[in-house]
Structure formats: C-alpha cells, structure tokens
C-alpha cells in the first residue's frame, strides 16, 4: 500500500510534442505527490508539485494533472526540448510532518531532435 | 547559498575495504537523508536524521552499513566491509520542517561507489 507505480520506465518523444508520464498509487493518507527530475551525473531536482486539493499544477511547459478518486497522477511536458531528457520520478508522502517520500521506479525521457 | 555537497565524488575500492561517504546539507536543514541509487532497485531511502537523531534505518541494507550525524553540518556513511553489490551512487538529501516550508528534498550530486 506505500507504493507508488511508476508508468512507463521510458519513453522516446519528438521534439515539440507532448511527454507524459503517469503515476498510481493505494494509500489515500498521501497528500503531497512531487515530481523530481535527475540528468545524468546529478542528484535528483524538485521540478513541480501537487497536493490533493487541486486537481492541476501548471509551472511552464510542466503540468500535473491529479485524479484523487482514480488515485492517479501524471506529469505533462508540452512543446518538449531536448533539454528534458532526463529521469523523471514520482513521488508520495503523508503530511507535512512526514519525512519520508515514497519513490516511483523513474522514467527515462529521450527527445528526439 | 551552497547546496549539499558530498565528498568523495568517485570512490573505487576493493572488496572488504571500508568506505565512508561523506555529506554537508544545506545549512539550517534538519533533515538528513542517505539514498542509495541503482539501475535495479531505483532510489532506495537507507536512512534519516532529524536534528542529528538517526529516526529510521530500517532501509539500510546490512550490519555492514552505518551512518552518523556528529553535528548539523555533517553526515557519514560507512559500509564495512564493502562487497561488489554495494556499487551504486549514493546520494545525501536535506530538507527543511517547518511552517512555510515545503516538503521539498535537496539532494547532492552524489557519490559513485564501486567495488571491485
């Protein structure tokens, strides 16, 4: 029930189109659900985050999309830039007085020139 | 301000020798935080401070592994003997708790282990 299900491990998108990548998970206690973004050689980034009392997160060309009743949540790149190849992962927590995020498994994003 | 930084950032070593990984969060943290990286496994929590106090190791893999927070400004991880399997890079995250923060995880640029 502490998983986070990351979905899919990669993905090959054209420059200019549209890179998502979903998450799900069980426990309904999760009310924090951040989105980190790694380039290789480097620690892992806070790129955008959400909490379940909206149901979307608009930062740029990121956007996250959070379906409380699904328990679902998914990360948009629009107009995709080489510049975003990177490791995306989810992740979840309980409160802001939890420490601990549970981590989905990493989406290897490759755009395309 | 200088984010967290971790020393060494290549260590290779033999088999049965001991390693210690070092990290300095971001001052005013008071959160600490060792992950363990792989291809197989992902990102792997291994354990975390608060205000120095170890809270949780339930993620550190064996006996072999330890970790100390001496003070606020520094962090260690020390695996005893090192094994081949311990190859990874390992990373020191730090966060602020408090009112008007955010859950927000600063992580450094890692440390690259192998073991021959």
């Known amino acids: 029930q502490q998983q986070v299900k990351q979905s899919p491990q990669s993905l090959i998108v054209q420059k200019g189109g549209i890179s998502i990548i979903n998450c799900a998970y069980e426990n309904t206690a999760f009310d924090y659900f951040p989105w980190y973004q790694q380039f290789p050689g480097k620690g892992p980034a806070l790129l955008i985050a959400i909490r379940p009392d909206v149901s979307e997160k608009k930062e740029g060309r990121f956007t996250i999309s959070f379906n409380k009743s699904a328990k679902q949540f998914s990360l948009h790149i629009m107009d995709s830039q080489p510049g975003d190849s990177a490791t995306y992962f989810c992740a979840a927590s309980i409160g802001s007085s939890n420490y601990q995020l549970i981590w989905g498994a990493g989406t290897k994003l490759i755009i395309k020139p | 301000d200088a984010g967290v930084i971790q020393s060494p950032r290549h260590e290779v070593t033999e088999m049965g020798q001991e390693v210690t990984l070092r990290c300095k969060p971001i001052s005013g943290h008071d959160y600490l935080f060792w992950y363990r990286q792989t291809m197989m496994r992902g990102l792997e929590l291994l354990i975390y401070?608060?205000?120095?106090?170890?809270?949780?190791d339930s993620g550190m893999p064996e006996d072999r592994f330890s970790a100390k927070m001496p003070n606020a400004s520094f962090s260690t991880l020390k695996i005893q003997p090192s094994e081949p399997r311990d190859s990874a890079v390992y990373f020191c995250?730090?966060?602020?708790?408090?009112?008007?923060?955010?859950?927000?995880?600063?992580f450094g640029p890692g440390t690259r282990l192998t073991v021959l």
């Open positions: 995250a730090s966060r602020l708790y408090g009112a008007g923060t955010t859950d927000t995880q600063y």
């Open positions: 401070f608060n205000n120095n106090v170890p809270i949780d």
